[in-house]
């Protein structure tokens, strides 16, 4: 069909669009519902499907098929530019805003949509890979939406292609590092322990901060080797720092976990084998979740963090506070310690608003017997109004950049002589 609208819209330079739909999260309703009720469900998207595309302006009819899976495609012939067909995807969002009945349950689909206009390719494979490639860009917008495809896309693919190929290779080429930042304690500003955070030292273009790679390694399995890679560094690394140097108390190290480690499973065993192979005490190590990898699946990732909490390891939630609705799963998981994000440090003493969930989040923590870590500190102001609010640990530029082992290891080399010092006077 794709070749028989190609070949007429060469003869008469006409216009056709190809919709590539995806169904956002089928594999989550296949796996808790069974593939009965996929089936189900697919069958009915079909039917929706194919009533979007009746009763339009479309004189032509239009074509819709399934590609495979859970994923769909859709022709429409006659479109006078990439507004026409538009209207063709909202449509389709608009027909899955009610829900499906399978058996007793009522069940929400949403899909994503990507757009390619004819004169975006010249074969039927590459339509497909183009509107495919919109597709892709429309679900990590945040699914339940269409985008329609431009050459940057096909840019940005390629480039996002170069990076996975390439990180691949250099978790086994070694050309990933640790960077450190330090957390101080607000009363003393003292450093009681560092947060790990990667870096790819680029074969050509150097270091590479984490949001060059990271957002590509978390949509495939990568995710996992490397958060594997980092967990067993960076507790080899303050393993080795816990023998060369005697700070009451050891300094603890935070690893940041991904959605795919938490919700996938073998996390624990992957965190007791690091703890064995490093001999790092459990206590010293503090695994960052993010608010967002537990609603994924509370139930399986209040499970998971269980485990890991009896381990003896600290557990600590990132980036709170930045829209998810786990309130009410705050008091069920079992985290010793709340990091406030970033964006509101930013806006503290600025906005009235920021101040005030600031000293909410506070408030909370405090109720829940839990210590705050406010991350992104950048100013003395900002400082004083989180000492002021009863937080408990900071960290950002304000006190430190992220810097590598060695430089790390020369300035706690640095503290301990002020140490000796000061126990010199004392004496």
Not at 84 to 112: M, N, W, Y
Not at 174 to 194: T, W
Not at 345 to 350: M, T
Not at 414 to 425: D, N
Request: hydrophobic letters at 45%; proline letters at 3%; aromatic letters at 6%.
């Amino acid at each position: 069909k794709l070749e028989a609208s190609l070949d007429a819209a060469r003869q008469s330079s006409d216009l056709f669009a190809v919709l590539f739909i995806d169904l956002d999260r089928f594999k989550l309703i296949n796996d808790s519902l069974g593939h009965g009720a996929g089936d189900e469900l697919l069958m009915g998207i079909a039917g929706r499907l194919q009533s979007s595309v009746r009763g339009g302006w479309e004189t032509l009819p239009s074509v819709v098929a399934r590609l495979g899976g859970d994923e769909f495609a859709v022709l429409i012939n006659d479109v006078r530019d990439v507004a026409d067909a538009a209207v063709v995807a909202q449509r389709i969002l608009e027909k899955l805003e009610s829900p499906f009945r399978l058996g007793e349950r009522q069940v929400f689909a949403t899909v994503s949509i990507g757009i390619a206009l004819s004169s975006s390719g010249n074969s039927p494979e590459e339509l497909l890979r183009n509107a495919d490639t919109a597709m892709y860009h429309a679900k990590a917008k945040g699914k339940a939406r269409f985008a329609a495809f431009d050459e940057g896309m096909r840019e940005r693919a390629v480039a996002r292609l170069e990076i996975e190929t390439g990180l691949r290779k250099a978790i086994d080429a070694q050309q990933l590092v640790l960077h450190y930042q330090p957390e101080l304690a607000v009363r003393s500003r003292k450093v009681i322990g560092y947060e790990a955070l990667v870096r790819w030292n680029h074969p050509e273009r150097g270091i590479l901060p984490p949001s060059e790679f990271i957002p590509i390694a978390e949509e495939s399995e990568l995710i996992v080797h490397l958060g594997k890679w980092v967990l067993r560094e960076a507790c080899r690394q303050m393993a080795e720092w816990h023998k060369r140097f005697a700070f009451d108390p050891p300094l603890t190290i935070s690893v940041n976990v991904s959605p795919r480690q938490l919700n996938q499973g073998g996390l624990v065993e992957d965190v007791e084998r690091v703890l064995a192979e490093s001999g790092l005490a459990p206590k010293c190590l503090k695994l960052e979740v993010t608010e967002g990898s537990i609603m994924q699946d509370a139930e399986m990732a209040l499970a998971t963090l269980r485990e890991l909490k009896s381990l003896g390891i600290g557990l600590e939630i990132d980036d709170f506070g930045t829209g998810y609705s786990s309130l009410s799963y705050l008091q069920r998981l079992p985290f010793d310690t709340v990091k406030v994000d970033r964006s509101f440090i930013k806006e503290l003493g600025v906005s009235a608003e920021s101040s005030e969930i600031v000293r909410t989040i506070m408030e909370l923590a405090r109720s829940l017997e839990m210590e705050v870590v406010a991350e992104g500190v950048e100013t003395e102001d900002q400082f004083q109004k989180l000492a002021t609010l009863g937080c408990n640990y900071v960290q950002g530029y304000y006190f430190a950049k992220p810097a590598g082992a060695q430089v790390t290891q020369s300035l706690m080399l640095e503290r301990e002589k002020l140490q000796r010092s000061f126990a010199v006077l004392q004496g």
